[in-house]
Nanobody
Framework: QLQLVESGGKLVQAGESLRLSCAAA????????IAWFRQAPGKKREGVSC????????DYADSVKGRFTVSRDNAKNTTYLDMKDLKPEDTAVYYC????????????????????WGQGTQVTVSS
C-alpha cells in the first residue's frame, strides 16, 4: 500500500511563491505518475499538474502554465509543486495522487486515472 503526505500549504499574499511537497512511502516502485489536484470550496476537484516517474513527462492545466512547475526527486520519493505569482483563485486544498496501475508512459491530470490519494494541504492566497 502507498501512503502520500502533502506539506507546504499556508497563507500567502498574492504574487508570492510557495512550494508544496508530496512524500510517498510504501510500494513506491509501483508508481507510474504523480499528479497534483486542487479543490476550492464549492467547486469540483481539478487537475493542476502531473509528472511521470519513469520518463519525467509533465503536464499542466492551462490556468497554471508558466506559473507552476512540477518536479520529482526519485531518491527521496518526493514530488514537488513550485508555485509562483500566486493568485487568489489558486486558493484551494491541494492533493497529490499516485498512479499505481500502468496507463501509459505519459501522465494526465484526470482524477479517475489516479489510485491513491493524500489528505491534502491548504493553500490560501490573499489579495
Amino acid at each position: 500500500q502507498l501512503q502520500l503526505v502533502e506539506s507546504g500549504g499556508k497563507l500567502v499574499q498574492a504574487g508570492e511563491s510557495l512550494r508544496l511537497s508530496c512524500a510517498a512511502a510504501g510500494f513506491t516502485s509501483d508508481v507510474y505518475a504523480i499528479a497534483w489536484f486542487r479543490q476550492a470550496p464549492g467547486k469540483k476537484r481539478e487537475g493542476v499538474s502531473c509528472i511521470s516517474t519513469k520518463r519525467g513527462n509533465t503536464d499542466y492545466a492551462d490556468s497554471v502554465k508558466g506559473r507552476f512547475t512540477v518536479s520529482r526527486d526519485n531518491a527521496k520519493n518526493t514530488t514537488y509543486l513550485d508555485m509562483k505569482d500566486l493568485k487568489p483563485e489558486d486558493t484551494a486544498v491541494y492533493y497529490c495522487a499516485a498512479q499505481i496501475f500502468f496507463r501509459g508512459y505519459t501522465c494526465t491530470i484526470l482524477t479517475y486515472e489516479y489510485d491513491d490519494w493524500g489528505q491534502g494541504t491548504q493553500v490560501t492566497v490573499s489579495s
